[in-house]
């Protein structure tokens, strides 16, 4: 079992920062794939960034060159450093971890564990 936490969440005004962070408990294997998902009210979960055991990376197109992913596995911590940030980031960002994701990295499917979410809330 894994829990995670996220948290860095906030209020911001559009072209501001935040970084999140998800902080993994327990069975720390399952977290050799881990990324970052958000829910706008309304609209589907979908993928943002996602990064697996050898650092590698993954895109939405819609965050690229904006969001950056990354990983501190001393501290089994997940970051998402969001920059440029619009009123269309504005949705409940959530962590996810699993031990294999298969082809699709970004896919919702593909990641049995996740955490509880934190609200990012970017004003024009």
């Known amino acids: 079992q894994v829990q995670l936490v996220e948290s860095g969440g906030g209020s911001v005004q559009a072209g501001g920062s935040l970084r999140l962070s998800c902080a993994a408990y327990?069975?720390?294997?399952?977290?050799?794939?881990m990324g970052w998902f958000r829910q706008a009210p309304g609209k589907e979960r979908e993928g943002v960034a996602a990064?697996?055991?050898?650092?590698?990376?993954r895109y939405a197109d819609s965050v690229k060159g904006r969001f950056t992913i990354s990983k501190d596995n001393a501290k089994n911590t997940l970051y998402l450093q969001m920059n440029s940030l619009t009123p269309e980031d504005t949705a409940m960002y959530y962590c996810?971890?699993?031990?294999?994701?298969?082809?699709?990295?970004?896919?919702?499917?593909?990641?049995?564990?996740w955490g509880q979410g934190t609200q990012v809330t970017v004003s024009s």
């Open positions: 990064i697996d055991s050898a650092g590698m990376t």
């Open positions: 996810a971890a699993d031990e294999w994701v298969g082809h699709n990295p970004l896919s919702i499917s593909a990641y049995k564990y």
């Open positions: 327990g069975y720390t294997h399952s977290t050799q794939f």
